[in-house]
């Protein structure tokens, strides 16, 4: 049996009538009696009683018109799948916070295009807190955020450590240093993030000074986004401690100095991908096997990408 020779015998046997049932497929009355007896000669008995007035179901007929309408039906579920699970192998849908936005994600993107260039990509830039929910409840299918808590069940691949440096104003006194401390910066006027809108960021800077056996300073100035804290750092209205990263946005007035890393790097340091397991996404799929793949995360690389990345210290 054919789907298409089920299609026209159910469609006969609601209408009862050749003629409305062929203008109900849009095909010729002649081409719809060929596939109802093509289907009846191939099971052997008649499926309608014909006469040039009437059309009946046979007891034949009858038993097969349910079965029938539950092929078509799953026949039609089945292709509705197929369609859905094309289209979404064709769009992939991350997110990421603005550190990972800015360094992890650039080359990540060129190789999986380079790749997969049917693939459409869209990106959503939001802090974490934002991120969560949306990849929980599959409105994105990988998120680059720092490590997720342990609750969140997601699986975590570590790609990159977030480096925290001083952002000083250009003349300040320890521009001079080749590297600072948590100590270098006690008594300075920081510039921190809030801790409602960037707990990862401010837990960053605290790490910092509990190893020294210090306490986070009172910020003298709080400021959420980089490129603010930036722009008050070379207005001299402070110092900041801010990812490596942030040596890109350009703001003239100031210089970079790094900082002597924590003996263990704190969870909120690490950078990575994050998605729900068992959760189907072909297209995440085909991106994990790229980043998984992509040798630019070795630590040597790491080192040297660190190091040509900050400003060198004058003298």
Known sequence: ??????????????????????????MLPSALGRQVRQLEEELGTALLARTTRHVALTAAGSALLEEARSLLAGAAAAARRVRA????????????????????LPPL??????RHPGVETRLTEEKSARLLPMLASGR???????TPPAESGLA???LRQERL???????HALARRRMLTARDLVGERLILPPRHSRPHSLALAARLFEEAGLPLPRPAQEAAEKQTIVGLVAAGLGVALVPEWAAQLGARGLVYRPLA??????????????WVEGQAAPARDLFLEVLKEDSSFSE???????SSRLPPSPG
């Open 261 to 274: 890393a924590p003996r263990e790097p704190a969870p909120e340091a690490m950078l990575g991908a994050a």
């Open 1 to 26: 049996m054919e789907l298409r020779q089920l299609g026209c015998f159910v469609a006969v046997a609601e209408e009862l009538h050749f003629g409305r049932a062929a203008a109900r497929l849009h």
């Open 156 to 158: 975590f691949l570590p």
């Open 165 to 171: 440096v001083a952002a000083l104003p250009r003349g």
């Open 85 to 104: 699970l094309a289209q979404e192998a064709q769009l992939l849908r991350l997110g990421a916070i603005d550190s990972a936005a800015s360094t992890l």
């Open 140 to 146: 994105l299918d990988l998120a680059f955020i720092r």
């Open 109 to 114: 993107l060129s190789a999986f295009r380079a």
């Open 300 to 306: 040597e690389k790491e080192a040297k990408r660190l």
